[in-house]
């Protein structure tokens, strides 16, 4: 099965900056995914990350708070902006690396965000 | 609105015994199930897929669906300690819809 690293495990930032969380895959992959999973709460999908044009954001998330970029088959990014307490979160993106219809996602070790 | 629901527990079980976790969906035309589990502190991991009606076993492990019900279990046989986690049902057609997840507890 693929290894999904990201990066950064955790961080701790300030108020109104931005942090850019990066997925990384070590094979190609189909599809790619990133959830947020709040203190205590289940995981909830921000958006699809698209190789080569803009993502797909579910409802509630937008581009200009968490834009997404994946410029090939194993890479991607999220980036969370303007950031207030309500963003810490644990960061988890997912990937798909069988075939589309069985969609089977497996999950990168996350990214724990401490908003101050 | 689609929805995942399942019971939040703590379900609690002796080790040995059999641990059953129940989720119900409200959106008729998914096609993939699936159940995670979630260590404290970790990422989920998946464990087991069913497509189709019926019982699919994997080890210890037993998950059943029925799309007329809308309703999926899983069964975890002779339960170890090490199986205490959080149980997250997953549903979808392409994207997955969580549930909230099942804190299960095996006591030695």
């Known amino acids: 099965s693929a290894v999904i690293s990201q990066k950064p495990s955790r961080d701790i930032c300030q108020r109104g900056t931005s942090l850019t969380i990066q997925c990384q895959v070590d094979?190609?992959?189909?599809?790619m995914f990133w959830y947020r999973q709040q203190p205590g709460q289940s995981l909830t999908l921000i958006a699809t990350?698209?190789?080569?044009?803009?993502?797909?954001?579910e409802s509630g998330f937008v581009i200009d708070k968490f834009p997404i970029s994946r410029p090939n088959l194993t890479f991607s990014t999220l980036t969370v902006s303007n950031m207030s307490p309500e963003d810490s979160s644990i960061y988890l993106c997912?990937?798909?690396?069988?075939?589309?219809?069985?969609?089977?996602?497996?999950f990168g070790p996350g990214t724990r965000l401490t908003v101050l | 609105q689609k929805e995942v629901e399942q019971n939040s527990g703590p379900l609690s079980v002796p080790e040995g015994a059999i641990a059953s976790l129940n989720c119900t969906y409200s959106d008729r035309v998914s096609q993939s199930f699936f159940w995670y589990r979630q260590y404290s502190g970790k990422s989920p991991e998946l464990i087991m897929s069913i497509y189709s009606n019926g019982d699919k076993e994997d080890g210890r492990f037993t998950a059943q669906l029925n799309k007329a019900s809308q309703y999926v279990s899983l069964l975890i046989r002779d339960s170890q300690p090490s199986d205490s986690a959080t149980y997250l049902c997953?549903?979808?057609?392409?994207?997955?819809?969580f549930g909230q997840g099942t804190e299960l507890s095996v006591k030695p």
């Open positions: 094979s190609q992959v189909t599809m």
């Open positions: 997953a549903v979808g057609g392409g994207k997955l819809i």
């Open positions: 997912s990937v798909v690396t069988g075939e589309v219809s069985y969609n089977e996602q497996f």
């Open positions: 990350a698209n190789q080569g044009s803009e993502a797909t954001y």
